[in-house]
C-alpha cells in the first residue's frame, strides 16, 4: 500500500511563505506524477499544483506567481513553495499521486493557515 506523509503546515502571517513536504513509500516514484490539492471550509476540493514524471508543472490561477511545486525522485518527495501567502491560501493541504482526474493515493493532510 503506498503511503503519503505530508509536512511542513503551520501558521505564518499573509505575506509570508511556507514550504510543504510529502514523502512518498511508492518503490519507482519517478515514474508518478504527483500533485497537491487543498480543500477549504465549505469548500470543494482543488488543484493546487501537480508535477508530471516529466517535469511539466501546472497550476491553479489562484497560485501562479505564488507557488512553486517540484520534486526530489532520489528522495522519494514532492515540495510546494508557497509564497507571499494570503489568508485565502489558509485550506488542509493534501499530496496525492498520478495526474488530475486519475485515480491514485491520498496524504492524510496538513493545515496551512494564514492570518490577515
Known amino acids: 500500500q503506498v503511503q503519503l506523509v505530508e509536512s511542513g503546515g503551520g501558521l505564518v502571517q499573509a505575506g509570508g511563505s511556507l514550504r510543504l513536504s510529502c514523502a512518498a513509500s511508492?518503490?519507482?516514484?519517478?515514474?508518478?506524477?504527483m500533485g497537491w490539492y487543498r480543500q477549504a471550509p465549505g469548500k470543494q476540493r482543488e488543484l493546487v499544483a501537480q508535477?508530471?514524471?516529466?517535469?511539466?508543472?501546472k497550476y491553479a490561477d489562484s497560485v501562479k506567481g505564488r507557488f512553486t511545486i517540484s520534486r526530489d525522485n532520489a528522495k522519494r518527495t514532492v515540495y510546494l513553495q508557497m509564497n507571499s501567502l494570503k489568508p485565502e491560501d489558509t485550506a488542509v493541504y493534501y499530496c496525492?499521486?498520478?495526474?488530475?482526474?486519475?485515480?491514485?493515493?491520498w496524504g492524510q493532510g496538513t493545515q496551512v493557515t494564514v492570518s490577515s
Open positions: 496525492k499521486t498520478g495526474r488530475e482526474g486519475f485515480p491514485g493515493s
Open positions: 511508492v518503490i519507482i516514484f519517478s515514474n508518478y506524477a
Open positions: 508535477i508530471t514524471s516529466g517535469g511539466t508543472t
